[in-house]
Every structure is written in structure tokens, then in C-alpha cells.
């Protein structure tokens, strides 16, 4: 009974505290020296949008970029040094599996990746991989999306030289063929030329091998402080919105290009506008959840997590709700079906 006492104690005095600091942890995506991160998380940092709407209530905002991505994202999560973090589907699942303590707040989806080769090696499609030496950068989204292309082919990553390599490594290696090809993001379209081509892209064989992510939130600060947590989503839910119209894609590719050093063209390359709407949708629908069904089943297959776990008990998708109902954008996103067809808006 005491035990009780003092357990509803430590949780009203946590409710009680005073919020003074928001730590946001994400995967560094920059290929410059200068931070960055795509999407509605990647607008709110580089226009300064969480800082200037916390500053009323005197809370600071810290935001950490890894290097090391996920998984040093995770380590931070471990070491309870975040609050909220930006992960891609493998490397929040990873985290969750080994007992970190997030939901899953609000969703990202349709991210491509790339398979960019040497000319000399003579590869054309992901079957020509076999006995190839192939960077791609293990414990992130990439290999679970590369994992998904080989079977579409009958291959695995057995069938050819994996070698973990992060992405500006991965970079180099494939300039100085040191390797075949690369797995990876957006930023491999700018190696195209004489020397390297890019012959596969993932959401060619349909909306359920692109890669998905989420904004994920620990359970202790969504519990301390959920109007907090409620006012962080609505900002990115209103990026996410204006993502999604096509009249912005020119002024948000060149925000983008100036952050991080990537040439705007790749980003308009990859923001087609018949697929904003998919892309940028916020919502935890079917799509989202089935994807990361799927992702855990196979991450457990591929031995990448002991044991699976249910996304229903894990997903909380109250936050991007509301969101959308205080800025009448119920109507904006559809809900998507498992294989990315929208349902009935609402």
C-alpha cells in the first residue's frame, strides 16, 4: 500500500513539475556541415517554429543531430537524454523491441530509396546484385527497405557483399569503387554522371517497399505534460500540410537545398506532386500500421529483434487527430489502405 502511495506521489509530482526543457533527437541527413532532417520535423528546426512556440511558456528547445542515426539515436533514447525523436521504420522498432518506452505520435511514409551502381559493374536491376559488393547502412530504415527490394528478386542480403557503411561513407565508396553500388536517400541522385548511374528506385514496385518513419514520443513525458506534447504535433501536423500543396514545393526544396547542402533539383525530383498527399500524411492509418507490422515481422525474421510486439499497443494517434480537427484539415489526408489506395477522407 505505501509502495502505491509513493508511486501515485512521484507521478503527481512529475504532472507538478514546471516543463523547462524539450529534447528532440534525429538522424543527420545533412551532406554540408550544417544540420538537417526532411519533412515537417526538418521545417520546424529550420525555421525555428517549436523554439519561438514554447518561448511564451519560457521551455527551451534543444534539438540533437546524430550522426551515427539511428542507432545513436536510440542510445540517447536509452540513456533518457530525449523526449521526442524522428526515426525510420527499423530503427524505432528496434528501440521498442528492446524495451524503450515510446509511441508512436505521428507518421511520415512513401521515402524512396535508390540503388545507385558503377557503370563498370554492369549492374541494370537489383537481380544483377548477386556477388556484388553493396554499401548500404545497417540498423536504419535503408536496410529494411533493400532487404525488402532483394525478395522481390529472390535475393538476400546473402546473395551479395553487404557492407555497412553510413551514407557519406557509402558516398565515397562507391566514387572511388571501393564498392559496386549503394543502397540509399535522395542524396545518391547527385553522383549520376560518367562514372555512376542510378538504376532502381523502391516505390517502383509499389507503396509497400517505400520506407515509412514516425515521430515517436517517451511515455513519461507524454504523461507529464500531454498539452505540450498536443501543441508539438500541431506544429508539425501544420508543416505537414503546407508539405502537401504543390504551390510550396519550389520555396520548400530550396529551404531544404540550403540546409543541407543537397542540390535542390534532387529534392523537386523527389517531391512529385502526385504523390505529396501520400507522402506527407500525418495520420497513423492502415497503411502506416500494416507497414510496420510488416517491418517488425521481418526485422524479427532477419534477426534484427528478438521478439515482435503488437503496433496497436505501440502507435497513439490521438495527438495527429486533434491536430487535424483544431485546423480543419480532417478532410486533407485520406485515410490509406495497406497498399497506399486512399479509403474515404475523414
Avoid at 509502495?3 to 507538478?16: D, E, K, M, N, P
Wanted: charged share 20%; glycine share 8%; hydrophobic share 45%.
Amino acid at each position: 500500500m505505501l509502495a502505491l502511495v509513493a508511486v501515485i506521489g512521484l507521478a503527481a509530482s512529475a504532472q507538478a513539475e514546471a516543463l523547462r526543457t524539450i529534447r528532440i533527437g534525429v538522424p543527420d541527413q545533412s551532406a554540408g556541415s550544417k544540420p538537417f532532417i526532411e519533412g515537417p520535423v526538418g521545417m520546424a528546426f529550420i525555421r525555428h517554429q517549436l523554439e519561438e512556440a514554447f518561448k511564451p511558456q519560457g521551455v527551451e528547445v534543444q534539438w540533437q543531430f546524430f550522426k551515427g542515426a539511428g542507432p545513436a539515436v536510440n542510445e540517447a533514447l536509452a540513456n533518457r537524454q530525449l523526449d521526442f525523436v524522428y526515426l525510420g521504420d527499423l530503427a524505432a522498432i528496434i528501440g521498442k523491441a528492446n524495451g524503450l518506452p515510446t509511441r508512436l505520435l505521428l507518421g511520415s511514409r512513401g521515402s524512396e530509396s535508390w540503388l545507385a551502381v558503377t557503370k563498370a559493374s554492369g549492374i541494370k536491376t537489383l537481380a544483377d546484385l548477386k556477388g556484388k559488393r553493396v554499401a548500404v547502412y545497417r540498423g536504419t530504415a535503408d536496410q529494411l527497405a533493400f532487404d525488402r527490394a532483394l525478395q522481390t528478386v529472390g535475393l538476400n542480403e546473402r546473395s551479395l557483399q553487404a557492407i555497412n557503411l553510413d551514407w557519406n561513407a557509402g558516398k565515397a565508396a562507391l566514387a572511388a569503387g571501393r564498392v559496386d553500388a549503394v543502397w540509399g536517400g535522395v542524396s545518391l541522385l547527385a553522383l549520376r554522371g560518367d562514372k555512376i548511374d542510378v538504376v532502381v528506385k523502391s516505390g517502383d514496385s509499389g507503396r509497400q517497399n517505400t520506407t515509412q518513419a514516425g515521430f515517436l514520443g517517451t511515455q513519461a513525458f507524454i504523461d507529464a505534460w500531454p498539452q505540450a506534447t498536443q501543441q508539438i504535433v500541431n506544429v508539425l501536423v501544420k508543416n505537414a500540410a503546407e508539405i502537401s500543396d504543390p504551390a510550396n514545393r519550389d520555396a520548400w526544396s530550396a529551404e531544404m537545398a540550403q540546409q543541407s547542402q543537397i542540390p535542390q533539383a534532387l529534392f523537386l525530383e523527389e517531391l512529385q506532386p502526385q504523390d505529396l498527399n501520400f507522402t506527407t500524411s500525418p495520420r497513423i492509418d492502415p497503411f502506416l500500421t500494416d507497414s510496420f507490422s510488416n517491418s517488425i515481422e521481418q526485422a524479427k525474421s532477419g534477426r534484427l529483434i528478438r521478439s515482435a510486439f503488437d503496433v496497436s499497443q505501440w502507435v497513439d494517434g490521438q495527438f495527429v487527430e486533434q491536430a487535424l480537427k483544431a485546423q480543419g484539415l480532417e478532410n486533407r489526408w485520406p485515410q490509406y489502405d495497406a497498399k497506399g489506395q486512399a479509403k474515404n477522407a475523414g
